[in-house]
T-cell receptor, first 114, second 109 residues
Framework: EPEVTQTPSHQVTQMGQEVILRCVPISNHLYFYWYRQILGQKVEFLVSFYNNEISEKSEIFDDQFSVERPDGSNFTLKIRSTKLEDSAMYFC????????????FGPGTRLTVT | RKEVEQDPGPFNVPEGATVAFNCTYSNSASQSFFWYRQDCRKEPKLLMSVYSSGNEDGRFTAQLNRASQYISLLIRDSKLSDSATYLCVVNIANNRLAFGKGNQVVVIP
């Protein structure tokens, strides 16, 4: 069964450093997403991406964040200058279409900012 | 009002028993609804979509009440492996999901 994959599984970085989280969505999916979950809290939407551009983003997704699909398979989330409060689990998801279609999540990258 | 509200529990359920919980959502324009399961420190995994007519998948039954804006999940004949957090998820825009905090279920032998 096809699945979303993410690397690395755990990233430790110092405050102020840039990090890039990588995802490979399911191959025939067209919509890609990033969510985050701070420990003990609910999953929060960050951004959705379709046809090589952002289709929607939340208030959390400020200028420090960017997304890119650098090739036909990878989908990346970059945080330019990490803060302590960026420590969270970051999940990538993908779906075949938008709206009613189910989103499938990758295993996540645990980001720890020290 | 929060987009999706759930009573976090925990719900301690004897093995073999039935457990049910609801969630409420605030956006009356929402068109699609899901239950996801999340194990500790793992990703949300799709359990089932929730349709207007209600739907069943084995021991799991989901219902949607649009008038009252709530969604329910019922688990029959609980197994130890059902212990997890069940996330109520609502599509609040074209491709943006809103999650509840989850109902934590602990199945006790």
């Amino acid at each position: 069964e096809p699945e979303v994959t993410q690397t690395p599984s755990h990233q430790v970085t110092q405050m102020g450093q840039e990090v890039i989280l990588r995802c490979v969505p399911i191959s025939n999916h067209l919509y890609f997403y990033w969510y985050r979950q701070i420990l003990g809290q609910k999953v929060e939407f960050l951004v959705s991406f379709y046809n090589n551009e952002i289709s929607e983003k939340s208030e959390i997704f400020d200028d420090q964040f960017s997304v890119e699909r650098p090739d036909g398979s990878n989908f990346t989330l970059k945080i330019r200058s990490t803060k302590l409060e960026d420590s969270a689990m970051y999940f990538c998801a993908s779906s075949t279409d938008r709206g009613v279609y189910e989103q499938y999540f990758g295993p996540g990258t645990r980001l720890t900012v020290t | 009002r929060k987009e999706v509200e759930q009573d976090p529990g925990p719900f301690n359920v004897p093995e073999g028993a039935t457990v049910a919980f609801n969630c409420t959502y605030s956006n009356s324009a929402s068109q699609s609804f899901f239950w996801y399961r999340q194990d500790c420190r793992k990703e949300p995994k799709l359990l089932m979509s929730v349709y207007s007519s209600g739907n069943e998948d084995g021991r799991f039954t989901a219902q949607l009440n649009r008038a009252s804006q709530y969604i329910s999940l019922l688990i029959r004949d609980s197994k130890l492996s059902d212990s997890a957090t069940y996330l109520c998820v609502v599509n609040i825009a074209n491709n943006r999901l809103a999650f509840g905090k989850g109902n934590q279920v602990v199945v006790i032998p």
